[in-house]
């Protein structure tokens, strides 16, 4: 397993700020009050998901075995190569020249497999090496 960017992959250019509203508070899940008040700002996506331009790219899904992550067929992940992966994280991985992206497991320090969220998909155990 290693961090490598395809060469197909386009790194992070920012052709200047993406500001998308978002609404200041919280949202209630239950009944909400007719007097909230509702104040609006404008977010930088950029400030809100990327910590690390260089090491950052965005990568479509294809496939269904991390859909009870939330992660569906189509979705689009931003991917930082700059974090240090930790148990349970969900990571992109190369296996054998294919990327993947799975839960990252380890057991006494060392990487043992990388898990689907789908329990039709089974573990890819990795071996040393």
Do not use: Q
Request: net charge negative.
């Amino acid at each position: 397993m290693n961090s490598v960017i395809p060469p197909s992959a386009t790194l992070y250019e920012s052709s200047g700020p993406l500001s998308l509203p978002i609404v200041e508070g919280t949202v209630w899940a239950g009944f909400p009050s007719p007097a909230a008040d509702f104040a609006v700002k404008r977010h930088d996506l950029n400030d809100l998901l990327i910590t690390h331009p260089a090491a950052t790219f965005f990568w479509r899904v294809r496939g269904t075995s991390m859909i009870e992550a939330g992660i569906d067929d189509g979705d689009m992940l931003v991917v930082n190569r700059a974090l240090t992966p930790r148990p349970g994280d969900v990571v992109v991985a190369e296996v054998d020249g294919e990327f993947t992206v799975k839960y990252f497991c380890l057991k006494d320090g060392r990487v043992v497999s990388l898990r689907a969220a789908n329990p039709t998909f089974p573990p890819i155990i990795l071996k040393s090496g």
